[in-house]
């Protein structure tokens, strides 16, 4: 697979990888990504894991049909567990929740020493991102892409201290960060709808962990509002985008 070849989602993230460096690919499935930046001699190297045998053997097959087995390390295992820190200038992170990329990184420290991160989350952002601020990394750009009719979020980071965002740039990112500005306002959108819908189903129930939430959901929505309120660039629209 070439990288024109990608869906937007795996191309944009395919458009930040820097130009030369050894790359991890954790949750790799078929090694679409890795494959295709070898064979755009864009990255050096890489190593290509996955949790489950089925998807790693589809992976070698694909390198291999590609010409490029010889330049990739496929692996068997749990995130990052079998991967040096020599071998990943770079790491991607795609596909799975933002609670399970926590634990991947929170399982191999040594990421927060100069590697950097491409993480894309398919759920629990906000999970994510206070996990990040307050275990020694910081995220220092967000990117939006449409794909399939869902708005998908790709951020960048690395080992580094910053203060935690308030609870509305937990949510969506900081609007400094974003550099899909024409994406941005549809996604803040969907996202403030979401939570005054789920919000709304909350008060109904009398369990004081759902108040808990209940509170913390109507103060992002607040917040997110009032940076729509603040940014008359914004694009209108809605779209599809999971972040719980």
């Known amino acids: 697979m070439e990288l024109t070849q990608l869906s937007p989602r795996l191309g944009l993230i395919a458009s930040l990888v820097t130009p030369g460096v050894s790359l991890a690919d954790v949750g790799t499935d078929h090694a679409y990504l890795p494959t295709a930046l070898l064979l755009a001699g864009k990255i050096r190297s890489a190593v290509a894991t996955d949790i489950n045998r089925g998807p790693l053997s589809s992976a070698a097959e694909h390198a291999r049909s590609a010409g490029v087995l ?51 989350p398919q759920s629990k952002l906000p999970e994510l991102r206070r996990w990040l601020y307050e275990n020694g990394y910081r995220i220092d750009g967000e990117y939006l892409v449409r794909d399939a009719g869902r708005i998908y979020m790709v951020m960048t980071a690395r080992g580094g201290s910053a203060p935690v965002p308030d609870t509305a740039e937990l949510y969506v990112g900081e609007a400094r960060l974003q550099r899909s500005r024409e994406l941005f306002g549809e996604y803040l959108r969907d996202v403030s709808r979401k939570l005054e819908r789920i919000s709304l189903a909350l008060e109904r129930s009398a369990r004081p962990e759902d108040t808990e939430r209940l509170r913390e959901y109507r103060e992002a929505a607040a917040g997110i509002n009032e940076i729509l309120t603040r940014g008359d660039d914004f694009v209108q629209g809605s779209a599809d985008s999971g972040i719980f």
Request: aromatic share 2%; charged share 25%; net charge negative.
């Open 70 to 120: 010889d330049r990739m390390r496929i692996v068997l295992c749990d995130g990052l567990a079998l991967v040096a820190p020599d071998e990943a200038d770079e790491i991607v992170i795609a596909g799975m929740g933002g609670e399970t990329m926590a634990g991947i990184l929170a399982a191999a420290p040594w990421t927060k020493r100069g590697a950097r991160l491409i993480l894309q």
